[in-house]
């Protein structure tokens, strides 16, 4: 399973299986240390089962029909699949169709010729009970597969949603007498929520992630993937639908460059390449998952916290020493949009404000517009800043400038007054922002070039 891959010349392997099962929104909670430069923390899935996003069926052989002749052959050959390294075939050439279906007596041998043993080494899975070593190698479990690399995972569990006070009022079934039914009604009730409703969609995931686990889940990890079971549910419909990831980052990771400013003090970024962000957090990669997502991050209180969110974040005090920043979406965008910047950067602010710059910061969330985007748009409904005129005819979004401490007179004197027309004039040739707001950070020189789409 150690799949040597060149990302300079290779395409990346899309292990993720997105026609059972799709990621619709991550909760991630993370502290960055730049001291040991980890980043760990957990993140929450909320799933939907069946192929198609908005598809309110159960029934996962409907879903299947609905699939390409592909994608059901996949399905079919489930539970185990495991991608041959073969390194003969091009990584560009390989699809789904190119995994090879390993047997029962297969897979056993891989557990018992130490193949634990050598990924505990390797990828420093620090719990063994949860492997694949458990003994029901021959279970006809459905497997929940995201892409990832580099990542200690540490803990997987069952997030028991049903908990959460007054989260049945989702549930549209109250007779549901199967508890984890009812967990999983009420997270397909929540991820269907209509777009006018974003800011409840949000709040509840936030508090669904802080609810207790409820089981943990047996997991295994590879090179290029997270492979995550639950003993006797055999399909992504029986699947638990929200569950948690205890991990942390490596430093070696290449999602994250962690580097030094040009006032030569520690910051982290995204690098967005050669691997997105699957050393940052197990994500589904391929184009068909869409997903929203929130994040909380913790770091020292003298760093700032940059996100792609569409709030302008601004940092909450923990306790001495520490703050905490939050950031969300509402409009759903592949894993690989998802960055991150953190460090000891200076706000370059005018040196007046004014009262155009206050009126945009108070039109910054989505507003309670129709966000029905009914032959208008034609992509799954989420709060689109095209349907809200008060988007469509803000020239100016909001925007802020980060730079670090050396270059923030610079930035003050020739930066600032050059972003109001470019952002103007982008929306004369382009019209609507699609974003609500704009963070514009100096980065490190060693920043690649096009580091994130
Ligand atoms: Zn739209």
Request: with cysteine; proline share 7%; glycine share 6%.
């Amino acid at each position: 399973m150690d799949i040597k891959l060149d990302p300079s010349r290779d395409d990346l392997p899309l292990m993720a299986n997105t026609s059972h099962i799709l990621v619709k929104h991550y909760v991630l909670d993370l502290d960055v240390d730049f001291e040991s430069q980890i980043i760990d923390g957990t993140l929450v899935l909320f799933l939907e089962s069946g192929n198609r996003s908005r598809k309110k069926s159960g029934s996962t052989e409907e879903a299947c029909r609905s699939e390409s002749n592909e994608a059901c052959r996949f399905r079919k050959l489930e539970p185990c699949h495991v991608p041959v390294a073969d390194t003969r075939t091009s990584w560009s050439q390989m699809g789904y169709s190119d995994f090879a279906i390993c047997g029962k007596g297969e897979r056993d041998t891989s557990g018992k010729d130490g193949n634990h043993d050598n990924q505990e080494q390797t990828y420093g899975i620090s719990s063994s009970k949860h492997c694949c070593d458990t003994g029901n190698h021959g279970s006809e479990d459905f497997l929940l597969v995201l892409d990832c690399c580099d990542l200690s995972v540490l803990r997987v569990e069952e997030v028991d949603v049903a908990a959460v006070p007054g989260i049945e009022k989702f549930t549209r079934s109250p007779k549901l007498t199967v508890v984890s039914e009812l967990r999983n009604q009420i997270v397909r009730e929540l991820v269907t929520l209509p777009a006018d409703r974003w800011r409840e969609q949000l709040d509840y995931y936030a508090w669904c992630s802080l609810a207790p686990g409820c089981g943990e889940l047996l997991f295994d990890t590879d090179t290029w993937s997270l492979q995550i079971r639950k003993t006797g549910a055999q399909t992504a419909t029986a699947f638990p639908h929200a569950i948690r990831i205890r991990y942390r980052t490596k430093p070696q990771g290449r999602s994250v460059t962690w580097t030094s400013d040009q006032s030569g003090r520690p910051c982290v970024y995204t690098m967005g390449s050669p691997i997105n962000n699957r050393a940052l957090f197990p994500c589904q990669e391929p184009p068909v998952a869409m997903s929203t997502w929130q994040a909380t991050v913790r770091a020292a209180a003298s760093f700032v916290v940059l996100m792609s969110g569409e709030n302008s974040a601004k940092p909450t005090q923990l306790r001495e020493g520490c703050s905490s920043w939050h950031y969300y979406v509402t409009m759903p965008m592949p894993a690989s949009t998802f960055t991150i910047a953190v460090g000891p950067w200076t706000e370059v602010k005018p040196e007046t404000c004014s009262p155009s710059d206050l009126a945009a910061e108070r039109s910054l969330s989505p507003s309670e517009a129709d966000f029905r985007c009914a032959g208008v748009c034609g992509h799954m409904e989420y709060p689109c800043r095209f349907q809200d005129p008060s988007a469509t005819t803000q020239e100016i979004i909001p925007h802020r400038v980060f730079a670090p401490e050396r270059l923030a007179g610079a930035c003050q004197e020739t930066l600032l007054q050059l972003l109001s027309p470019c952002l103007s004039a982008a929306h004369a040739v382009l019209g609507t922002h699609p974003f609500s707001r704009l963070d514009v950070l100096i980065v490190p020189a060693n920043f690649p070039s096009l580091g994130m789409a």
